[in-house]
């Protein structure tokens, strides 16, 4: 999988601008062109059509020239960037940009304005998390840290194909910015019979076999990928499986979660609402979902 282009919304904040390293150092690995989508909201009270129109125009006018001014930063000397304004709501119009323009990525802050018309999840972000069909990054506005500052990428997987589709965009990633690339596997607490069941080998055993199971799979992936020319390292951790992610990112001070929005079909799949979207939620570090 390749990203050839991304689109970065903005709303004018600061806040919503923590996106613009991340996407450049995105855009630089995968070759991709930039797109800078300022979103002007209509009014929702009824006035005069011409006053209306008139507050369009301007604010059409004060967008486009934020966002050329954005274009110009040095930032973006190293990558190919356009910008572009459009009329409507917030989300509706990012996700109908992207899907008109065939964007293979969106880029955007977890948190924008302040007020009414900050991006949070219940809000703009969430709107385009769930309803997006391209890939997805998100970038919490409060990690300090340059891009890739320490090197490492997480991917989880379940052992499923569709979690490993996550690994593609991950290794070229990790090659182009000399990262580590860790593997994780998280293996949870067996539910536990309420009545004695004949066979039953108790749940050390149970984890014990899982653990098992799950290390010779990292290895498995891991020797796989070990002509890429990265550093892999595996790791498999017991638990919720959300926390589990979390906790290892933070221990691991991992610039980047890589995972794919679905994982194992039934139960253990990975949607929004469960695995992925806790963790886009609760992650400390920016977090990729792939489509």
């Known amino acids: 999988m390749s990203f050839n282009k991304i689109l970065l919304p903005l709303d004018g904040s600061e806040l919503a601008e923590k996106a613009l390293a991340p996407a ?8 991709a062109e930039i797109v800078l989508l300022r979103v002007v909201v209509p009014l929702s009270i009824k006035i005069d ?3 209306y129109q008139r507050i369009i125009d301007g604010g059409q006018k004060e967008a486009k020239y934020y966002l050329s001014g954005i274009q110009l930063r040095s930032l ?9 304004t459009v009329v409507g709501k917030a989300a509706q119009s990012i996700l109908d940009y992207a899907r008109e323009n065939e964007i293979d990525l969106i ?17 703009v972000a969430d709107k385009v998390l769930h309803q997006a069909a391209c890939s997805l990054a998100i970038i919490h506005p409060q990690v300090e840290t340059e891009p890739f500052a320490h090197k490492r990428i997480l991917v989880p997987l379940d052992g499923s194909l569709q979690a490993e589709s996550a690994l593609g965009p991950a290794l070229k990633l990790a090659h182009e910015v000399v990262a580590e690339l860790i593997l994780l596997r ?10 004695p069941v004949h066979g039953w080998p108790g749940v050390k055993s149970v984890m014990q076999a ?17 002509d890429s020319g990265i550093q892999i390292s595996t790791q498999v951790t017991t638990g919720a499986v959300t926390e589990s992610i979390i906790d290892t990112a933070d221990e691991q001070q991992v610039d980047l979660i890589v995972m794919s929005s679905h994982g194992r079909s039934g139960v253990d799949r990975w949607v929004f609402g469960s695995v992925t979207e806790k963790t886009l939620r ?10």
Not at 213 to 219: D, G, H, P, T
Not at 282 to 291: D, E, F, K, N, P
């Open 210 to 226: 899982a653990e098992l199971e799950a290390k010779i799979y990292l290895e498995r992936t891991r020797k796989s990928l070990i």
């Open 24 to 31: 450049v150092a995105l855009a630089e690995t995968f070759s």
């Open 76 to 84: 973006f000397s190293t990558v190919s960037v356009k910008s572009d």
């Open 186 to 195: 998280v293996t949870e607490m067996p539910p536990i019979p309420k009545e």
């Open 282 to 291: 609760g992650a400390h570090c920016a977090t990729l979902v792939i489509r």
């Open 107 to 123: 880029v955007m802050s977890s948190h924008g304005r302040s007020g009414m018309s900050r991006w949070v999840y219940g809000s």
């Open 49 to 51: 059509p011409d006053l």
